[in-house]
């Protein structure tokens, strides 16, 4: 029984290197091939770039002082704001100085210039404000 649908083809492809150069199949067994060739390919590239974010991965260090220190300087700055916004402007400007302070720390830890210079600019003007009330 010959089934009419399927044709035998000779593969006509101008890629020397192909592994199907020459040979005759179905066009079915020809896309199957190629499919299968793609997947492997498509598979490697997706474990090298698995590898790869993992290598450039983001993380952040747990259980050492610069994890707590940004988390208590996190802690202050909160509670200084809401100090200041319950009128203990003192108390609230102090805890804030302080929390900046803290993530000077941390950013000098983390070699993170963007963390060091929003805390410096923001404890300076709060300190500036401090003084100020002190006098």
Same mark, same amino acid.
């Given at each position: 029984?010959?089934?009419?649908?399927?044709?035998? #083809?000779?593969?006509?492809?101008?890629?020397?290197?192909?592994? $199907?150069?020459?040979? /005759?199949? &179905?066009?079915? %067994?020809? +896309? =199957?091939?190629?499919?299968?060739?793609?997947?492997?390919?498509?598979?490697?590239?997706?474990?090298?770039?698995?590898?790869?974010?993992?290598?450039?991965?983001?993380?952040?260090?747990?259980?050492?002082?610069?994890?707590?220190?940004?988390? #208590?300087?996190?802690?202050?700055?909160?509670?200084?704001?809401? $100090?200041?916004?319950? /009128?203990? &402007?003192?108390? %609230?400007? +102090? =805890?804030?100085?302080?929390?900046?302070?803290?993530?000077?720390?941390?950013?000098?830890?983390?070699?993170?210039?963007?963390?060091?210079?929003?805390?410096?600019?923001?404890?300076?003007?709060?300190?500036?404000?401090?003084?100020?009330?002190?006098?």
């Amino acid at each position: 029984m010959e089934d009419k649908n399927i044709s035998i #083809i000779a593969d006509q492809t101008n890629d020397s290197n192909s592994p $199907l150069t020459g040979s /005759s199949m &179905t066009k079915a %067994g020809r +896309l =199957a091939m190629e499919l299968s060739h793609e997947k492997k390919r498509l598979k490697q590239e997706l474990e090298e770039l698995q590898t790869e974010y993992d290598e450039i991965k983001p993380t952040t260090p747990t259980g050492t002082t610069d994890w707590y220190v940004k988390w #208590i300087s996190m802690l202050l700055a909160v509670a200084g704001i809401f $100090l200041i916004s319950a /009128s203990y &402007t003192l108390y %609230g400007q +102090l =805890a804030y100085v302080v929390s900046c302070i803290g993530w000077i720390y941390v950013g000098m830890q983390w070699g993170d210039r963007a963390i060091m210079i929003g805390s410096s600019v923001s404890c300076t003007a709060i300190a500036m404000n401090l003084v100020n009330t002190l006098t």
